[in-house]
């Protein structure tokens, strides 16, 4: 009988290897069931609200970037209507300006034309007798005096057109 209680005792043996075997098995899905799967999602829950959280503010930041690039955009454009208004005005002053010289250059000889005038003519109220001597050209005599005389006076329009042109 020892060879026989021998393998009753062997077999009782591999009996309780297998109960425990079974009991840490048991153990084992025990734990899974009630420590790591509510680990695994509350894992997976927090991840969800971070990738939540990113996204949300990927989405403020992307925001207050466009907000502020179109802001940016819109003082750039006031600046420029500004600068061009402020242009033109200064356009329109510069052609004014322009024009009050060229009033006050015309305004300004037509008073003095009277002492341009006399002032032409001064040499000549100094003369008591003018003597002619004819050489025989085409113009000679009174016809030269009096051809000179209107060559001048036409001159003078030309002269004030130079000033008004200035």
């Not at 003082?75 to 600068?83: Q, R, W």
């Not at 200064?90 to 005038?117: C, G, R």
Request: charged residues 30%; glycine residues 4%.
């Amino acid at each position: 009988m020892t060879a026989e209680a021998v393998k009753i005792e062997q077999v009782q043996k591999e009996g309780q290897v297998k109960v425990q075997e079974a009991e840490i098995l048991r153990r084992e899905r025990e734990l899974i069931a009630t420590v790591l799967k509510p680990a695994e999602i509350e894992r997976q829950r927090i991840e969800m609200l971070a990738n939540a959280d990113k996204q949300r503010q990927i989405y403020v930041a992307e925001g207050l970037a466009a907000s502020t690039r179109l802001q940016g955009e819109a003082e750039a454009e006031i600046i420029l209507k500004k600068g061009e208004a402020e242009a033109k005005a200064m356009n329109v002053k510069a052609e004014a300006y322009q024009e009050y010289n060229q009033a006050a250059v015309v305004d300004k000889l037509i008073t003095q034309m009277p002492e341009v005038v006399r002032a032409l003519a001064a040499p000549l109220a100094n003369v008591d007798k003018i003597t002619i001597v004819s050489t025989g050209g085409n113009e000679s005599g009174m016809n030269k005096i009096t051809g000179d005389m209107t060559a001048i006076a036409a001159q003078v329009p030309a002269l004030f057109e130079s000033f008004i042109a200035e």
